[in-house]
């Protein structure tokens, strides 16, 4: 097998460089067939990231060639998300972006793909490992060669210059292989691309000679292009004619439709100038079925991306969900503990950036364990909904209200226009009093009706500040009889009021 490279016989499992071994020859369906024993074993996670990359990539490279065009996609995202992990380093690293270049410069990725395979290039020379720089060198080369065919003439000639003294280069690294031969096929197409007719010529005989000693129909292929270009711009066109057929012929049986395509509209470009209108249909036909590949490519690429961003859309959502549940009180719908600790701090610099005072009130009930312990824990749970709904009514809809922890409610005031300077107090009231006007019967029956005591406090803080404060309020309010409000003096400084707020309701007793 003329895959054994120094590189892939350490990188790539044996039975993946067979399969590459038998679509050059063109047995394709054999080589179908062992692929999908290839496949079915996944390079483990771990270990070398390198290795791993470089694995899913020649499988996508494979699999692309085989025109399974949705796992050659699947495989070569996955192999891209391990190249981009790390900094790139070494030979395995030159190699795989190389092989992911060239992939990508199949699919249409035409930008992507030149820059990584310059970056490939990059890489090798930094690594020092002569066989992988020659590939590396190979693959740049020889896209810069068709990219330099479908320029215009102006440019064309500098293009296939730089990939002439790219190729040149590789050429000098190895001397035997099947990159060698890759070279040579794409050296002698630069050479004919800036008019050194005779040493193209020389050059691609050379390599289609190398290739038929070991079945390598993709070099014969390339061979037989360069060969039919040569012939061609020598207005030897009937002979240009049976070598670029050949070259079509080639790459059909190779199943490579990057160079079908081309194969193809050169050879129409020549029955053209002779006048083979039938010839020139039957490449047409060819290079058409071979654009096909590159519609389903898209085609196939934009189903993909569509139901990975439902995917994407649909784990948003429930991800968002689940931290809404975490962040939401099941009893009371109201927010809880880490609900409260999560939108607090925006709210309060939101607040203190538009100069207002941000207030905390703190409401604990009153006699809670009383209404479990008479009425029922069902009682009790009714009770405390009821309340949160009393907390929802009194305050606005930009207030954050949450419950604490078991009887305990918290409700933040922000952004207060009204009466900066007594907002707090103001509302904390009206949520007392709406406690104690309520009609409990219902959900309490005949016991000891539920009472809240309120701890007010304000000022430019943080949350824990803003609550130790309102906790000594709420205390004092405790002390005092409860079913009252007291507020703490202003954190941070500034006036405030300890004393309980006028029409507060008296003291409902101690137990």
């Known amino acids: 097998m003329d ?3 120094p590189l892939a016989a350490g990188q790539i499992p044996r039975q993946d460089r067979e399969v590459r071994f038998l679509l050059d020859s063109g047995r394709v369906a054999e080589a179908n067939t062992l692929f999908d024993d290839v496949v079915a074993r996944t390079p483990a996670a771990g270990g070398n990231r390198w290795r791993r990359a470089t694995v899913l990539v020649y499988r996508a490279v494979v699999a692309w ?3 399974r065009i949705p796992l050659a996609l699947e495989l070569a995202a996955e192999g891209w998300t391990e190249l981009d992990a790390e900094r790139p380093e070494g030979a395995p690293a ?5 092989m992911l270049g060239y992939l990508l410069d199949g699919i249409g990725h035409r930008r992507a793909a030149l820059d990584m395979m310059r970056l490939s290039v990059q890489v090798a020379r930094e690594a020092g490992h002569d066989h992988t720089l020659a590939h590396c060198l190979q693959r740049l080369g020889g896209t810069l060669n068709f990219r330099a065919v479908d320029a215009p003439p102006e440019t064309a000639r500098q293009i296939f210059g730089e990939a002439a003294t790219l190729l040149e280069q590789g050429l000098g690294l190895i001397s035997e292989g099947y990159v060698h031969r890759a070279l040579l096929g794409a050296y002698s197409r630069s050479l004919a691309g800036i008019g050194d007719l005779d040493q ?3 050059t691609a005989i050379r390599a289609g000679e190398l290739a038929r000693r070991v079945e390598d129909w993709w070099g014969q292929a390339v061979s037989h292009w360069v060969l039919a270009t040569v012939q061609r711009e020598r207005g030897e066109l009937s002979e240009a004619r049976t070598l670029a057929a050949r070259a079509v012929t080639e790459a059909e049986r190779i199943n490579d439709t990057s160079l079908l395509f081309r194969f193809s509209l050169d050879l129409a470009d020549i029955c053209n100038s002779l006048g083979d209108a039938v010839g020139e249909a039957e490449a047409l036909r060819r290079s058409l079925k071979s654009s096909r590949k590159a519609v389903e490519t898209l085609q196939e690429g934009l189903g993909q991306a569509l139901e990975q961003r439902r995917l994407a859309v649909q784990a948003q959502r429930l991800a968002m969900a689940a931290q809404e549940a975490a962040a939401r009180d099941p009893l009371t719908g109201l927010a809880n503990r880490l609900g409260l600790e999560r939108a607090a701090p925006q709210l309060l610099e939101r607040t203190a950036a538009r100069g207002r005072l941000p207030w905390l ?3 604990d009930v009153d006699w809670f364990k009383g209404v479990n312990d008479d009425a029922g824990h069902a009682a009790g749970d009714a009770a405390l909904r009821e309340i949160a709904q009393l907390l929802r009514r009194e305050c606005r809809t930009d207030d954050l209200v949450a419950r604490w922890a078991g009887d305990e409610f918290v ?5 207060a226009t009204e009466d900066r300077h007594n907002v707090g107090p103001v509302v904390a009231e009206r949520i007392r009093a709406a406690v104690d006007n309520h009609d409990w019967s219902m959900v309490v029956g005949s016991i000891r009706r539920p009472t809240v005591s ?3 406090a304000a000022g430019p803080a943080k949350l824990d500040q803003l609550f130790a404060a309102a906790d000594i309020a709420l205390y004092r309010a405790k002390r005092h009889g409860r079913n009252r409000v007291e507020v703490h003096p202003t ?6 009021t300890a004393a309980p707020l006028p029409g507060a309701g008296q003291p409902a007793g101690l137990e």
Request: proline share 0%.
């Open 3 to 5: 895959h054994d490279e």
């Open 65 to 67: 060639r085989l025109s």
């Open 94 to 98: 030159a190699q795989t972006i190389g």
């Open 200 to 202: 193209a010529e020389k």
């Open 361 to 363: 009130v703190l409401v």
């Open 411 to 415: 409700v933040l005031l922000v952004d």
């Open 454 to 456: 309120i701890g007010v």
């Open 491 to 496: 954190v941070g400084g500034g006036d405030g």
